[in-house]
């Protein structure tokens, strides 16, 4: 029986792993507040009693403004904690999938980023979730990597529920024009996650859902979608608006659409577009 931990389960990448699965019984999580990634002690006994032949870590710090102010604490989770985690799956063999971010980069170019692309955070929380790759790497054992982007799902917090919330309740919005990525619903990439372990893949790879968009045209979508699945009964205007005009205490990469070729090398299929994936999580929330 090839056991599987995943390690933050409680988010909501971790959600839509449990719910993607094609056997939940393989599934092993810590309970919540059973396992603190940035425990190395208790990491290595959770690890090595439970002897998973995979690890798939999910557990991060990802609240990008508040880690301005609470840098030792991102790093000790995005950093620390992977990097526990490598050695506690090196020890006992085990694959260590691990998610990270678009983040990593710096964002001033305008092609889609390369998984050799030079990284260059611009936030506290971009450098911590590089330093956790870089920490991977330094460990060496086997592992696999995948950067995503945007992520939002019926389950957990994220822009998509904050944004029906807002509408709910506001005649006006505005929302950045001038960030552009790729909104990614967390079970497409829960999906991907399941075939890249079936595929015994290892090392670097950039996954979203397909096409691009700026937080704008994300916000204008969830409202189309929205007032069409019934999940909002009032008009609201939603302005484009500068990154200047709404100043956060973390800097964003102005472009970070990620290049996704080496999985489509590798799986033979594309994600759904993000708006088709947008669609589906709304009819779901209904
Ligand atoms: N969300 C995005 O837009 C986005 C974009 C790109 C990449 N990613 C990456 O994708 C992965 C999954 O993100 P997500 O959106 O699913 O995150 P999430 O919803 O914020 O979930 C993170 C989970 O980690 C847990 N956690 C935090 N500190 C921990 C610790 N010390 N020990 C054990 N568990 C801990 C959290 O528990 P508590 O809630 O109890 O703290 C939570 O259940 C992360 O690696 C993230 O960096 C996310």
């Known amino acids: 029986m090839k056991k599987i931990m995943i ?18 019984s393989l599934l092993v ?25 995979v690890i798939i870590n999910c557990a991060a710090y990802t609240q990008v403004d508040k880690a301005e102010s609470e840098s030792e604490k991102a790093f000790a989770v995005n950093r620390d904690g992977p990097a526990y985690l490598a050695q506690a799956a090196k020890a006992c063999n085990a694959l260590l999938v691990h998610i990270s971010t678009d983040f990593v980069f710096a964002g001033t170019g305008g092609n889609p980023l390369r998984t050799d692309d030079a990284a260059a955070p611009l936030s506290v929380y971009g450098k911590s979730k590089l330093a956790g790759e870089q920490e991977i790497a330094r460990v060496g054992g086997d592992a696999l990597i995948i950067r995503t982007a945007w992520l939002y799902s019926s389950f957990g917090n994220n822009f998509v529920k904050t944004m029906l919330r807002l509408m709910n309740e506001r005649d006006s919005l505005g929302i950045v024009a001038d960030q552009v990525g790729t909104p990614t619903w967390a079970n497409s990439l829960a999906r991907v ?28 979508a969830i409202y189309e979608e929205g007032r069409a699945a ?25 472009f970070s659409v990620l290049d996704k070729s080496s999985v489509y090398a590798l799986t033979g299929g594309k994600p759904e577009h993000w708006r088709t994936n947008l669609r589906k999580m709304l009819s779901e929330l209904r």
């Open 29 to 53: 999580a810590p309970k919540e507040n059973e396992l603190d990634i940035t425990d190395r002690e208790s990491v290595n006994a959770f690890v090595s009693e439970l002897r998973p032949a």
């Open 230 to 254: 019934g999940l909002l009964s009032r008009d609201t205007e939603i302005k484009p608006i500068k990154t200047s005009d709404y100043p956060l205490p973390a800097a964003r990469p102005a």
């Open 7 to 24: 390690a933050g389960m409680g988010g909501q990448l971790g959600f839509e792993l449990a719910r993607t699965s094609a056997d939940a």
């Open 193 to 220: 996650i399941w075939q890249l372990i079936d595929l015994d893949a290892r090392g670097l790879y950039h996954w979203t859902d397909a096409g691009v968009a700026s937080w704008y045209d994300f916000a204008v």
